[in-house]
């Protein structure tokens, strides 16, 4: 074990430059730059990136930055102290100031370029030079990669000013988002969902940028104003920020022979991917063909089990493209995401989504990704057939592996140990006639109700003579496949294991962000303790707080029900 790794287990880091010394930059270290780069990381304005797998780039820090949030079970988690809040330039440096940056360090950052698929279909029509070579990191610029307690981390800050992929825009990220991301993400990891994890939160006193944004009570579908906001930055930390739309890129570079290490610069990239993700279930010592095709058969593994955990909590992640959808098999970019809570299978939260990357849908989105991902591998087995038809094969049984970790979720949720798929469609139908909320129903079910009068608060609308009756009969199917040998308490547990009780409910975050743009924090603190302990059973109050019904002011409200991807 390094010593890097050994300081940060023995005691808490507590100041700047001991969190420094945990620096390890395998990414710079691995990998090409762009050839055209510049050396310093001054490069902010939008270009073309033909070559190279990341571009050194210097953030841009907020004005006048004022700290917000930080979370304290990922600090817990590396090794850090909650004091390093407090030190000057820690703060300075994750508000975008990298001139504070002690050695080894390095004085820039650096962002990634990555493809666009949609569905299957490649596009070039966003990139503004019509190559494809102008689209990746925008507005995330990675500032930090090391070793904690053995375990490697990249820190990314979202909304760190421009890159050379910002196609024209600012860079900057603004607090609604910002606060939206740092709770998201946090949460996800309290569900016990593969995420990337939400270390630290800024905002600027002074910097105001425009975006387009709903005004109060709108029932537009689309933002109808221009709205002044506070800039802000968030912190986001995960092993890798490595891409499916990443592999794409330098796959299609392969494909139409783009340049001399086109070739090479995929293998590379394949390569770190592995050791970034996989170096514990992959075996360094075959062949590296063999080493490509236990990566496609481990990523399916991941993104399988993680789509059915979404699906699990009822969120649906919006705008689920490629290059949203990440390589090591974990939840990334809370954008457009939203968790549903009047149940619709075709739930929907961002305007540009459509049904293709609505809730019931992900499962299908996600194998596309996955052939996305198989399609980008392909061009490393140097035609073996035997290799090239064991990756079809892997990418071909995606489905009906999905289909199989999609019964044993609604399995587990109902407290079953065989899947029913006949009683599962027939709940499905009753909730969507009933108005039933998603959580509220699942965790009041977890009680194992006698008749459908213990579950009437979960739905939005009083039940008929005649639906009751419906839920009665279904709960009584529903009962006779429970282990009769098992203890009732004991299945009750065991749901609630699964189904949580506290949910993302997007009118309770909005008064947070609200509130935070007033200079008022208060909210955002209370909405992490509440969402830290998502399955627990807390006080009364918080209960008749946070625990209940979509009030009807709220249905159809842009910004709320609806929102579009401007942050």
């Known amino acids: 074990m390094s010593q890097k790794s050994r300081s940060s287990r023995d005691k808490k880091i507590k100041n700047f430059f001991d969190f420094s010394q945990l620096a390890d930059f395998s990414l710079i270290d691995s990998l090409k730059s762009d050839p055209q780069s510049t050396v310093d990381g001054n490069d902010h304005k939008p270009r073309p990136i033909y070559s190279g797998h990341y571009v ?40 975008g100031d990298i001139k504070v940056a002690e050695y080894p360090m390095k004085p820039f950052g650096w962002a990634t370029g990555y493809a666009l698929s949609i569905y299957g279909t490649e596009y070039k029509q966003q990139c503004p030079f019509g190559t494809g070579d102008g689209y990746g990191d925008g507005r995330a610029i990675s500032v930090f990669e090391g070793l904690f307690n053995g375990k490697r981390m990249e820190m990314q800050l979202k909304g760190g000013g421009p890159t050379p992929y910002c196609r024209g825009a600012d860079g900057r990220a603004v607090l609604r988002s910002s606060v939206r991301e740092f709770l998201a993400q946090e949460f996800m990891h309290a569900l016990g969902i593969p995420t990337s994890r939400s270390l630290t939160l800024f905002v600027s006193g002074t910097e105001i940028v425009k ?14 104003i221009m709205v002044d906001n506070y800039s802000a930055i968030t912190t986001r930390v995960a092993p890798s920020f490595l891409r499916v739309g990443q592999l794409e890129l330098f796959a299609r570079r392969v494909r139409s022979n783009s340049h001399n290490e086109a070739f090479n610069d995929l293998k590379t990239i394949v390569q ?5 993700n996989y170096k514990e279930d992959i075996n360094p010592n075959n062949s590296f063909t063999k080493q490509v095709i236990r990566l496609a058969y481990l990523y399916r593994e991941r993104l399988i089990s993680l789509i059915a955990s979404w699906m699990r909590v009822g969120y649906c992640q919006g705008n689920f493209n490629s290059d949203n959808c ?26 540009g989504g459509g049904e293709h990357f609505s809730f019931f849908n992900q499962p299908f989105a996600a194998e596309i990704n996955f052939k996305m991902f198989c399609l980008s591998l392909q061009p490393l087995l140097l035609k073996n057939k035997e ?25 587990n949720k109902l407290g079953l ?47 008929t003579d005649e639906l009751s009756e419906k839920w009665n009969i279904w709960l009584k199917k529903w009962q006779g496949c429970l282990n009769k040998d098992d203890d009732p308490k004991k299945i009750s547990q065991s749901m609630k ?47 008749k707080k946070y625990n209940r019904l979509k009030p009807r002011e709220f249905f159809n409200n842009g910004g ?8």
């Open 560 to 567: 709320i029900s609806h929102y579009s991807c401007s942050s």
């Open 417 to 463: 140990e065989k899947c029913s798929e006949t009683l599962i469609k027939e709940l499905f139908d009753l909730m969507v006639t009933s108005k039933a909320d998603f959580t509220i129903f699942f965790r009041e079910l977890s009680e194992i109700p006698k008749n459908i009068s213990f579950l009437k608060e979960s739905f939005y609308l009083p039940l």
């Open 56 to 95: 050194p780039v210097t953030p841009t820090p907020i004005p006048e930055p004022k700290y917000i949030a930080h979370s304290k079970e990922l600090f817990e988690e590396l090794g850090l102290s909650s004091d390093l809040t407090k030190d000057k330039k820690f703060c300075s440096f994750f508000s």
């Open 211 to 224: 975006r387009p944004w709903y005004s109060k009570g709108s029932k537009y579908f689309e933002p109808d």
């Open 326 to 351: 990440a390589a090591g098999g974990f939840t990334l970019d809370y954008g457009p995401f939203g968790f549903c809570e009047l149940f619709d299978p075709r739930f929907q939260p961002w305007t």
């Open 497 to 543: 294991q699964v189904n949580p009780k506290y949910t993302w409910r997007e009118w309770m975050i909005v008064p947070a962000y609200e509130e935070a743009e007033e200079g008022n924090y208060d909210l955002i603190k209370e909405l992490q303790s509440i969402l830290n302990n998502p399955y627990k059973e807390q006080s009364m109050e918080i209960s």
């Open 387 to 411: 290799e090239i038809e064991e990756l079809d094969q892997i990418k071909h049984g995606f489905s009906k592996l999905m289909k199989k970790e999609m019964q044993l979720m609604w399995s």
């Open 272 to 276: 770190h991917l592995i050791d970034r």
